[in-house]
Nanobody
Framework: QVQLVESGGGLVQAGGSLRLSCATS????????MAWFRQTPGKEREFVAA???????YYADSVKGRFTISRDNAKNTVYLQMNSLKPEDTAAYYC????????????????WGQGTQVTVSS
């Protein structure tokens, strides 16, 4: 079992930055692909970024060049640095973990955090 707790969300103006953190416990994240998803009311959960066990990083086209995922295996924490934020980035952001390699389908992730809200004002 892996427990995930996100933090770092909040209200920011367009063009600003936020850094989300996902603190984990239970098992070492070095054995998991870690990802960030986001969701707005009435929509499907959307892939944002992922970090594979091998160190590979993957991004949705909508955030490429603006967001950076990183992981600190020693601290069992995953981060999402979000720069140049846009109003369309407003969503609840969720951290997720799965064994094996990353995928973009949220249904294939085994563990989820409770989410943290990010609101970007124009």
């Amino acid at each position: 079992q892996v427990q995930l707790v996100e933090s770092g969300g909040g209200l920011v103006q367009a063009g600003g930055s936020l850094r989300l953190s996902c603190a984990t416990s239970g098992r070492a994240i070095s054995g998991y692909a870690m990802a960030w998803f986001r969701q707005t009311p009435g929509k499907e959960r959307e892939f944002v970024a992922a970090s594979n066990r091998s160190g590979g990083r993957y991004y949705a086209d909508s955030v490429k060049g603006r967001f950076t995922i990183s992981r600190d295996n020693a601290k069992n924490t995953v981060y999402l640095q979000m720069n140049s934020l846009k109003p369309e980035d407003t969503a609840a952001y969720y951290c997720a973990a799965k064994s094996g390699n990353y995928v973009r389908n949220p249904r294939l992730y085994d563990y989820w955090g409770q989410g943290t809200q990010v609101t970007v004002s124009s």
